[in-house]
């Protein structure tokens, strides 16, 4: 049968329109299939694919520390959102105070141990050429060291440059709260894991800031993604002299100060 033929014996055997029905319904059911196929489950817990893509972020923070007045609401706001013991020694952020003397002594203070705000300066005024607050936290670390000693991957660096660690895959062992040269990390009492500030990581996949930065009366808490030009971090990066703590440990934070006193360590 040639195709002259054949298309002549559907005319006959399907009523008009029948064939432009047929072929519609064909088509939409081929579509149907398609997207079936090309749909994939998104894993339990995590953000939506077309919410939330790591690759296309690099987060850090910045600090000036010049505006910093020492009132530890981003310590309350942080213990609040991630559920930290509230003991006056278990800490994600915390706050510390520097004195400089005239005989070139410093005196180093975390004003949130004691779970109290900032104090008057103990020494007498004529003896103090400055004071200052220096905010702290986890540098999350281009190159962790925490990551490094883990024996069992529990701390690793996601795409998106923040260092996480798996409460369920932690034993315990405390070998990246020694490695930490920052302080940054505690066991947690409860849980017996290691603990530490993941930037407020389930806040940051929503498009929301961390509580520490959201919370901040004077806005001396920078968060923004790297990767962005138009990011308020970048900005910040770009217009500041920036400074990190222990540069020559070669970790390369992306916890970035601005107004860094040189005895700050």
């Avoid at 579509?31 to 939506?48: F, W």
């Avoid at 180093?108 to 905010?135: H, L, W």
């Avoid at 217009?239 to 860094?260: S, W």
Wanted: glycine share 8%.
């Amino acid at each position: 049968m040639n195709k002259r033929d054949f298309l002549k014996g559907m005319i006959l055997f399907f009523p008009a329109g029948g064939l432009l029905e047929m072929a519609a319904n064909a088509a939409a059911k081929e579509t149907a299939a398609t997207d079936a196929a090309g749909a994939q489950p998104a894993a339990k817990g995590a953000p939506a694919a077309s919410a939330y893509n790591g690759d296309k972020h690099y987060y850090g923070m910045g600090i000036e520390i010049d505006k910093c007045i020492g009132c530890s609401r981003c310590v309350e706001a942080c213990k609040a959102e991630n559920d930290v013991p509230q003991e006056p020694f278990y800490f994600r952020t915390w706050i510390e105070r520097y004195v400089i003397t005239k005989d070139h002594g410093v005196i180093v203070e975390s004003i949130n141990v004691k779970g109290k705000a900032a104090k008057e300066t103990p020494q007498e005024d004529r003896d103090v050429i400055r004071t200052f607050f220096v905010p702290k936290l986890c540098n999350h670390c281009i190159h962790p060291p925490c990551v490094q000693v883990c024996p069992v991957g529990a701390t690793f660096s996601t795409k998106d440059g923040v260092v996480l660690v798996d409460s369920e895959r932690c034993v315990g062992c405390r070998y990246c709260i020694q490695a930490c040269p920052y302080g940054a990390r505690y066991l947690h009492p409860k849980t017996r894991t290691a603990d530490k500030c993941n930037f407020c990581y389930h806040r940051v996949v929503k498009g929301l800031l961390p509580a520490c930065v959201e919370v901040c009366p004077t806005q001396a808490r920078i968060f923004g993604d790297l990767k962005s030009k138009a990011s308020r971090l970048t900005r910040f990066y770009r217009m500041n002299k920036i400074h990190v703590l222990k540069p020559a440990l070669n970790t390369e934070p992306k916890v970035y100060y601005a107004g860094l006193d040189g005895e700050v360590r």
